[in-house]
Nanobody
Framework: QVQLVESGEGWVQAGGSLRLSCAAS????????MRWYRQAPGKQRELVAA???????NYADSVKGRFTISRDNAKNTVHLQMNSLKPEDTGVYYC??????????????WGQGTQVTVSS
């Protein structure tokens, strides 16, 4: 059994910062890519940022220069540092991971989501 648990939910005024964290636990052989998605009310879930096991990153254009994704492979955690937040960053943020529970069996897991609210 594998779980992804997010933390760092919060409310902040525009221009402020928040840091989200996600910890993967359970029977894990290795983790390939870890991602953050978000879903705003009435909108589809969108990819915010991704990081590989080798720390290669990519970001949605809307967050480039403001958000930073990082990970600690030893602790199976991923973080999202969000600076210069805007009201349009409001939404539920989900952690996602492609991981191996055995060397040959890859699966995708999701966290339960954490709310980020940015007020103008």
């Amino acid at each position: 059994q594998v779980q992804l648990v997010e933390s760092g939910e919060g409310w902040v005024q525009a221009g402020g910062s928040l840091r989200l964290s996600c910890a993967a636990s359970g029977s894990i052989f290795s983790i390939n890519v870890m991602r953050w998605y978000r879903q705003a009310p009435g909108k589809q879930r969108e990819l915010v940022a991704a990081i590989t096991s080798g720390s290669s990153t990519n970001y949605a254009d809307s967050v480039k220069g403001r958000f930073t994704i990082s990970r600690d492979n030893a602790k199976n955690t991923v973080h999202l540092q969000m600076n210069s937040l805007k009201p349009e960053d409001t939404g539920v943020y989900y952690c996602n991971a492609d991981l191996y529970r055995t060397p040959l069996f890859r699966e995708e897991y999701w966290g339960q989501g954490t709310q980020v609210t940015v007020s103008s």
